[in-house]
């Protein structure tokens, strides 16, 4: 089975940067597509950023220039750098994954299939 957690949240100035890990267990010799979402309470899910398999990123337009989603297929982790952070990307932030060899990935959440616990991010002076 399949186990995301993220770390790396917290409170932070606005212009300030944080970055989020997500370390994944239980992975097979497979391919993964690994997205970041973001969630008020009340909200809809967002799509942030994602990484497929084939090695193509993307990113929702009010986090591109400031996001950057990487990761470490040998530690299984996945990254989010946020830099230049605004009072807007106060979000509990979730890390997925999909199983399966893409050459793009979408910021759609019914499409990932395992789903870390979340960490939350504060943007605030």
């Known amino acids: 089975q399949l186990q995301l957690v993220e770390s790396g949240g917290g409170l932070v100035q606005p212009g300030g940067s944080l970055r989020l890990s997500c370390a994944g267990s239980?992975?097979?010799?497979?391919?993964?597509?690994l997205g970041w979402f973001r969630q008020a309470p009340g909200k809809e899910r967002e799509g942030v950023s994602c990484?497929?398999?084939?090695?193509?990123?993307n990113y929702v337009d009010s986090v591109k220039g400031r996001f950057t989603i990487s990761r470490d297929n040998a530690k299984n982790t996945v990254y989010l750098q946020m830099n230049s952070l605004k009072p807007e990307d106060t979000d509990i932030y979730y890390c997925?994954?999909?199983?399966?060899?893409?050459?793009?990935?979408?910021?759609?959440?019914?499409?990932?299939?395992?789903w870390g616990q979340g960490t939350q991010v504060t943007v605030s002076s």
């Open positions: 997925a994954a999909l199983r399966g060899r893409f050459s793009r990935c979408a910021l759609k959440s019914y499409e990932y299939n395992y």
């Open positions: 239980g992975f097979t010799r497979a391919y993964y597509n």
């Open positions: 990484s497929s398999s084939g090695g193509s990123t």
